[in-house]
């Protein structure tokens, strides 16, 4: 007998460097300490990755992107989530505006946006296989990139 297949929430988000410094958001809710991670969030159903993660960053942000590959991909499914989640880490270079936290993010949670020194990201940025590699590296340019395809393509 066939298991059902696995059903994962799906995020995308995008990481972009200025100068050595990361785009960063802090997600601050009520029950639980806040961390620093990527614009980005969850894909909706029919999006695709890619549009999903220009979306959120401009939901988030008010800037908009132009993505060159996929810098991580995350998988996890958890004893207490076997569904999971996977999240696609996205490079991109903004194409029109300068990022600011809005009211209309689309996120209550979202209390901060800065550009924080990739050779120091704080201790609470997520997720954390980013952080270590961005130390190993200093850039996100030195990280290897996949590139972004379609089926139709």
Known sequence: MR??????RTKARVAIERDGLLLCVLHAKPEAEPFWCLPGGNVDPGESLSTAAQRELAEETGATVSLTGV????D???????DGIVEVIFRG???EGEPTLGATSGDP??????WLPIASLPDTFRPADLKHL???HRSLADLPTISIGSWSA
Do not use: C, G, W
Request: proline share 17%; net charge negative; hydrophobic share 40%.
């Open 3 to 8: 298991t059902p297949n696995r059903s994962p």
């Open 71 to 74: 810098v991580l991909i995350l």
């Open 76 to 82: 996890e499914a958890p004893p207490d989530d076997p």
């Open 93 to 95: 270079v903004i194409t």
């Open 109 to 114: 949670y979202l209390s901060s946006i800065a």
């Open 134 to 136: 961005l130390e190993q």
